[in-house]
């Protein structure tokens, strides 16, 4: 019998982009994205930690008391012009082409698709770790491993929500992901 691996996802806390609906640069945590995560949060014992490379991913690790390596696969999906830009100021049948084909970046940066298959290896290499890992990411990398994990189609990705602070986990037994809790 293989051993399991057991991974959580959790989601950096909140920035001052998310609470202004801009597209993300490399901030840092805002007053209530102090606030909604510390070393209190039970993640039980951990046998290997990362996070992505950006500011707000590796200050909720540290917030979480993670020893967490810094790992470019967890990055955020790369929004590429359109970064530091209001979802208003995005041009609408630009952003229409970006919310309707998983395949398109309108933007410059990394498609939907593209996403999904960097989150899907980055699980490939971990999967071969057991025991309990973590992974601070962002909610966009969060939902390309639900959807890697579920086998569902990559136009599936804006229809799931994870929220700031928010854990997901899954667990590989032999070759396969399953999906074991998300809040």
Sequence with gaps: ?????RLTLVSH??????????????????A????QVDATTELGPVDAAWCGPE?????????????????????????GAWRGSVLSGVPPADLT?????PTQAPHGGESVVALIARVREWMDSVGTKPGRLVAVTHPAVIR????ATLD??????????IGPASRTVLHLRGHAWTLRSTG
């Design 1 to 5: 019998m293989s051993e399991i691996v």
């Design 13 to 30: 806390a909140m920035t001052d982009a998310m609470s202004a609906g801009r597209f993300p640069t490399d901030e840092p945590l805002n």
């Design 32 to 35: 209530l994205g102090h606030s």
């Design 55 to 79: 500011k707000r991913t590796r200050q909720t690790a540290e917030l979480l008391g993670l020893r967490a390596e810094t790992d470019a696969q967890l990055a955020d999906l790369d929004h």
């Design 97 to 101: 082409v970006w919310l309707t084909d």
């Design 144 to 147: 390309a491993a639900i959807l």
């Design 152 to 161: 569902s189609p990559p136009k599936s990705f804006w229809r799931i929500v």
